[in-house]
C-alpha cells in the first residue's frame, strides 16, 4: 500500500466541509464560509492528484474497507472505496472539475443571502459523487447514488420562492427516483441470484451463472438501464433536465453536465459483464443513446435560452456515450464523458458569466455582440463550442466524438443505423453550437454588459478552456499517432472493443466523413444565423408545428402529465376521503339505523305491545306446525 | 436491583403514577418534572439493562420468572398464570425505543395545560403498559399489559383531543376492543390446548412453553398434530388468523385502519408521538412474539396473505397520504405505509426480511416521532395544519425547514438515514423469499416513488414559493424552533442518522433474533 491508502480522504473533505457549513454557516462570514467550501474540495483534489501519481506508478485495483456497514445473513455491504482507472478517472474529474467551478462559484455566488447554504450542498454533492463512483458495493453505490440526487434536488430548488424552480427540483427528483426504483428491483434481482451485492463478486460469477443471452440477465441489465437512464437523462426519462436549469449555473455546470449526469454512464460501465451477457440490453443502451442524441440535438437547435440549448446538448452528448456502450466501446464513452466534462463544464461556466453580465438575461436573441465587451467569455467559450461541436484535429470533442462514431460503424455491435444517427447527430451539434456561438457574440449588442468577471470566475474559465483543447490529445486514432492513452489506462478494467476485421482501412474515410459533416453543420449554421439574416426566422414559420414540438422538448412533458401525473392524482384524489373508511362509517350507518327502526317499537302504547305478542305467538304456533 | 431490572422499568412508573395523585392539581411544574425524573431513570436503568444484556446474541436475558396464581378448575385442570418477564434481540430494542421516545414525548407534553394532573398520571400508567408488554413473555400477563393501554389512551384523546376527539376515542376503542376480543379467543384456545412439559393437566399461558409443539394436550383443538378443522380448515390457522387480524388492527393494516387517521388529528401532539412510534408497534411485536412462534405452520401457509396485505397497506397508505391536506393526517397515512414494510419482511420469512421489519419497527418510531412534532410545532404556533394555508416558510422557519427536510427525507427511505437500511433489507428478502410472490415485491417498490411523490410535494407547497399563509394565521405567528423544541429534534434527527451509517449498532441484537425466528419458522414446516 501507499499514498492510496488515504483514499478515504477523498470523500471526507467535502463531507466535513458540508458537516461544517450545515452546522455552523450562519454565523460564517463569507470567505470563511468559501475558504471551507472551496478549500475542502480543493484539498480533496490534491489528495486524488497524490493518489493518482502513485496509482501510475503501480496500478492495481485497490479496496479500502472503512467499517462494516450492514452484516445480516447475506447482505454484508461494508463501507468499502474501491479504487481502478474507472473510478480514479471519474473521481479526477469530480474534484478537479468541482473545485474550479467552486472557485467560480464563490464570486458568482457572493450577493447570495444563501451563501453558506450553497456550498453546505455543493459540498455534499460532491461527496456523495464521491462515494458513488468509488463504491465497491452496490448499496454504497446506492447510497452515493440518492445522495447526489438529494443535493441535486436541494441545489435545483436553491432560489425555492420562485414557485417554478420548486416545481423543476421536485421534477427532477420524481423522474430521476422512478429511474431509481427500476435500478433497486434490478438490484434485489442480483442479491436473489448472487446472494450478494458486491460488485466485484457479483461480476466474477455472472458469466457462470448466467448464459450469455439468458432473458434474467436481460431483465438485470435493463433494469439498472432504468436506473441510468433516469439520471443521465435518457429516453424515457430525459425530461427533466431541461427545467433542472433553474438552479444557480455553476450547479447546472458541475451536476447537470460535468459528472452526475454520467452517474448513468459510469453504472453501465461498471456492471459491463452483465451487460456484455445480454445482447438484446447492450442494443437497448445503443438505441435509446441514438435516439436520444438525435431528439434532444433537434430541441436544442430551437431553444431561444441559453442555458436550455446546452442542457439540451448534455443530454444529447450523453446519447453519445450510451451509443459507445452499446456498441461495446467502453473507453471510448469514459474517453467522450471525460473531454465532454471540460468542455461542457466550461461552456455552463461561461453562460453562467454571460447571464450575470447581462442581469439575469437567458434569452440569446437579446444577447448578441457579445464578443468585444467581454472577450474572455468570448475566447475561451468558443473554445468549448469547438470542442462540442467536434471542430476537427484541434479540439478533445473531435478526437471522443470520432472515437465513438467509429466504433459505431466498425465494432462487431456496431450498425450502420447507429452509425447514420450519431453522424447525424454530429451535424445538428456542428449547426446548433454555430447557431449559439454566432446568436450571442456576434451581431448587434441587444443587452449593454453590466459587470464583468472577476478573476476567480475567469481563472477556471481560462483552465478549462486548455483543458477542452488538450485532453482529446491523450487518446488519438489508431492511424494519426501511436498514442491511446485512455483506452490503454482502462484496459484492465473495460474489455476492449472488437471491431470487425478488414474495416480498419477505411478508418480515415470515415474520419473524414465526419469532418466534412461537422464542417458541413457548422457551415449552414454560418449560414442561416450569419450570412442570410431573416432567414432563420422564415425557416421556423415555415414549420411552425415540427419547431414547436422541438421547442417543447417533443411533447414527452404532455404525455407523461396525461400517462401518469393525472392517473396517480386522480387516484390520490378518489382515495381522499379514503374509500375504506366508508365501509365502516356504512356499518355504524345501518347499526344506528336498526337501532331507530327498533327504538320506535318501543312506544309506551299498549295495543301495539299486545299486537307484537299476539303476532310472535302465532308466528311461533304457526312455524311449530310447519317443521 | 440487579436481579429486578425490567420490573423496575415497569412499576417505577407505576408508582410515580401513585406519588401523582398526592401532589396538588394547581402544580403544573411538579407534574413535568416528576414525568421527566421516571424517564429519565428509565433511560438509566435501560442502559444498565443493554450493558447488562450483552451484545452478540438475540436470546432471551434478564428473565425474572416467579409464579403469578394458580387455580384449580376442577375438569378443566389447573389454571397457572406466571409473572414472566424477559427480553431478547426483538424486545430489548423496543424498549430502548418506548423509553427515548417516552423522554420525548415528556418534553412535548410541556405545552399541555389542561387537567395536567390527570394528564401526566395516564402517561405514566401507558408508560408502565407499553414496557409490561414488551417484556411479558405469560400471555395472561401480556394481555393485562395489553389492555392497560387502551384505556389511558381512549380518556388522552378523548379528552385532551381536539375538536372531534369523542368520535375519533371512540373510534379508536372500538376498533382496539375488536382486536382485544379476536386476540382473547385465540389465548384462549391456547390456553385450553397448552400445557406445561409433563403435565397434560395443569395449562399455561408461557409463551415459551406454548412455542414447543410438544407441549400441547394430545387431541386438543391448537395441537400441532391433531386434525381439528373448522369449515375445512385447520383450527391451528383459524387461530392464527385471528391473531394475525387482532394485532394487525392495532399495527394497523389496511384495511382495518381507519381509526388511526381520526385517533392522529384529534390527539394532542405527544400522544401521537406515543400512539404512533410505539402503541403501532405492539401490533408488529404481537406478531413476531405471538402469532408467528406459536403458529410457525399455519404462519408459513398464510404468509402469502400477510404479504399482499403489507403491500397493500404500503400502496394505499402513500395514495392517501398524497390526497391528505391536513399535514398530520399525511403522516398519520404515511404511518400506515410505512408499517406495510413490516409486514412484507416478516411475511417474507427470511432472515433480511425479517431483521428489516425489526429495524423498521425502530427506524419509524424514530422517525415519526420527528414527523408528528413537526405537526405539533405548526399547530402550536397557528392551530392550523391545512397545507394548502402555508406557503415559502423556508424563508422565515429556516431550522425548522432543516429539521422538516431530515424527518422527510429519512422517511421516504434516503439512504443514510435509518428507514433505508430498514427498507432495502426488508425488499432484499422479499424478493429472495420464497413464501411470497416475486410480484408483491416489485408492486411495493412503486411505494418508494410514491413516497417521494407525497413528500416533495408537500415541501414545495409548504416551504418553497413566496410566504404566504392564509387561514387564521398570521405570519408574526410562525417564529422558528424555541430551544425545548431543538432539544427534542436533535437527538432525533442524531439516532436517525446514528442508525443510518452504523446499523449493526441495533443489528446485533435484531440479527440474532431474525435467525432464530426464521428457523423455529421453517424448521417446524
Redo the contacts between chains.
Sequence with gaps: MNAVQYLWLVPLLPLLGAVLL?VAG?NMSKPIIASIGAGSVGLSALTVIVIGVAFLSNPDVYEISV?????????TPSIELHLDALSLMFIFVITFVGFLIHLYSVEFMGEDSGYARFFACLNLFVCSMLLLVLAGNL?LL??G???VG?CS??LI?FW????K???A??KA??IT??G??AM??GL??L??TF?SLDIETILSAAPSRWEQGSSIATVAALLLLGGAAGKSAQLPLQNWLPDAMAGPTPVSALIHAATMVTAGVYLIARMNVLFELSPVAMTTVGVVGAVTLLIAGFSAMTQTDLKRVLAYSTISQIGYMFLALGVGAWSAAIFHFFTHAFFKALLFLGAGAIIEALHHEHNIFRMGGLRKQLPIVFITFLAGAASLAALPLVTSGFYSKDMILWYAWAGEKGSGLLFIAGLVGALVTALYTTRLVIVTFFGYANTRVSKRPGWRMTMPLGVLAALSVVVGFLEVPHNFWHAQLISGFLGGVLPAAVIDSGIEAYEWALQLLAAVVTLGGIFIGYFVYMATPGLHELVKKKFPTLHQLMYDGWGFDALYTLLFVKP??W???A??G?V??G??TGIAWVAIAANRAIATTQNGVMRWYVLGIVVGALLIITLGILV | MPDHILTYLIFLPVLAAFLALFIPRDRSAWFRVLNLAVCGVQGILTIIAIVRYGSETGDLRLIERTEWFSLNLGTWGSLRAEYFLGVDGLSLPLIALTVFVMIIAGISSWTITKGVKGYFTLMLILNAAVIGSFAALDLLLFYLFFEFMLLPMFFLIGIWGGKRREYASIKFFLYTLCGSILILVAFIGLYISGSVPGDVATHTFNIMYLRDGSNYVPGSVLDPSGTWLIGGWSARNWAFLLLFVGFAIKLPMVPFHTWLPDAHVEAPTPVSVILAALLLKIGGYGLLRIAYPLFPDAALSLSWMVGLFGVVSIIYGALTAMASKDLKRLIAYSSVSHMGYVLLGMASATQEGVSGAVYQMVSHGVITTMLFLIAGVLYDRTNDRMIENYSGLARIMPVYFVVVLIAFFASLGLPGFSGFIAEIMVFLGAFRSNVIHLSLAIIATLGLALGAAYYLWTIQRMFFGKLHVRGAASTEQLTDLDLREKVMFLPLAAITLILGIFPQLLLNYIDPFALGFVSLLTGGS
Excluded at chain 1, 160 to 163: A, F, L
Aim: hydrophobic share 50%; charged share 20%; no cysteine.
Design positions: 450545515i450562519r467499517w462494516q456497514w450492514i452484516a445480516v445473513g447475506n447482505l448499496v446506492y447510497l447514488w440518492e445522495g438529494l434536488y436541494l430548488g425555492y420562492e420562485d414557485p424552480n420548486g416545481y427540483a421536485r427528483f420524481i427516483r422512478v431509481d426504483t433497486l428491483i434485489f434481482l442479491f436473489a446472494n396517480v392524482t387516484l390520490a384524489r382515495s381522499r379514503d375504506i373508511d365501509i365502516y
